[in-house]
T-cell receptor
Framework: QQQVKQSPQSLIVQKGGISIINCAYENTAFDYFPWYQQFPGKGPALLIAIRPDVSEKKEGRFTISFNKSAKQFSLHIMDSQPGDSATYFCAASAAYKYIFGTGTRLKVLA | GAVVSQHPSWVICKSGTSVKIECRSLDFQATTMFWYRQFPKQSLMLMATSNEGSKATYEQGVEKDKFLINHASLTLSTLTVTSAHPEDSSFYIC????????????FGPGTRLTVT
């Protein structure tokens, strides 16, 4: 019940395309859902986050869609660029502790 | 804002020795700090949660006598890996909460530990 399932494991997108990464959870106590970007050998950097009372949040090229009834949320990266090539982690938080998804390795082809 | 640093960025130590990793919040006071472990191409696994002046809370399966955590101030937490063994080799990352919002965690750049 504490798991956060993330898919796909890896993703290849053409430059300018849309990258979509999905996550699902079971625990209804989760109350905060952030997405992180991690480059090799670096710590994760917060991209965007959402609370469950909101269905969508957009910041620049990044959008989170949240479906509370389905217990699913997704990250959309519009106009994907080669510099977006990284590993993306979703997370879910309860009592300020994070459970991370398994990660998605995104490669954007030039 | 919300910058977290770690020191050292990488360390090599011999089996049986101890190594200390520092985590600092540079521009905010961290109410809570977290320590994670990450194996190559895998996700982050929470090891422990610490609040300033309190004993750390360890996740199930994490040996508290092996991974000593001290949260001496609102800007500094340390992780000491005692009697390190090769299987302790990993990427250790800290995060801190208390920056721009109550929910966000800001991560340090990580420390690569190699035990020979």
């Amino acid at each position: 019940q504490q798991q956060v399932k993330q898919s796909p494991q890896s993703l290849i997108v053409q430059k300018g395309g849309i990258s979509i990464i999905n996550c699902a959870y079971e625990n209804t106590a989760f109350d905060y859902f952030p997405w992180y970007q991690q480059f090799p050998g670096k710590g994760p950097a917060l991209l965007i986050a959402i609370r469950p009372d909101v269905s969508e949040k957009k910041e620049g090229r990044f959008t989170i869609s949240f479906n509370k009834s389905a217990k699913q949320f997704s990250l959309h990266i519009m106009d994907s660029q080669p510099g977006d090539s990284a590993t993306y982690f979703c997370a879910a938080s309860a009592a300020y502790k994070y459970i991370f998804g398994t990660g998605t390795r995104l490669k954007v082809l030039a | 804002g919300a910058v977290v640093s770690q020191h050292p960025s990488w360390v090599i130590c011999k089996s049986g020795t101890s190594v200390k990793i520092e985590c600092r919040s540079l521009d905010f006071q961290a109410t809570t700090m977290f320590w994670y472990r990450q194996f190559p191409k895998q996700s982050l696994m929470l090891m422990a949660t610490s609040n300033e002046g309190s004993k750390a809370t360890y996740e199930q399966g994490v040996e508290k006598d092996k991974f000593l955590i001290n949260h001496a101030s609102l800007t500094l937490s340390t992780l000491t890996v005692t009697s390190a063994h090769p299987e302790d080799s990993s990427f250790y990352i800290c995060s801190a909460r208390g920056g721009l919002g109550p929910y966000e965690q800001y991560f340090g750049p990580g420390t690569r530990l190699t035990v020979t």
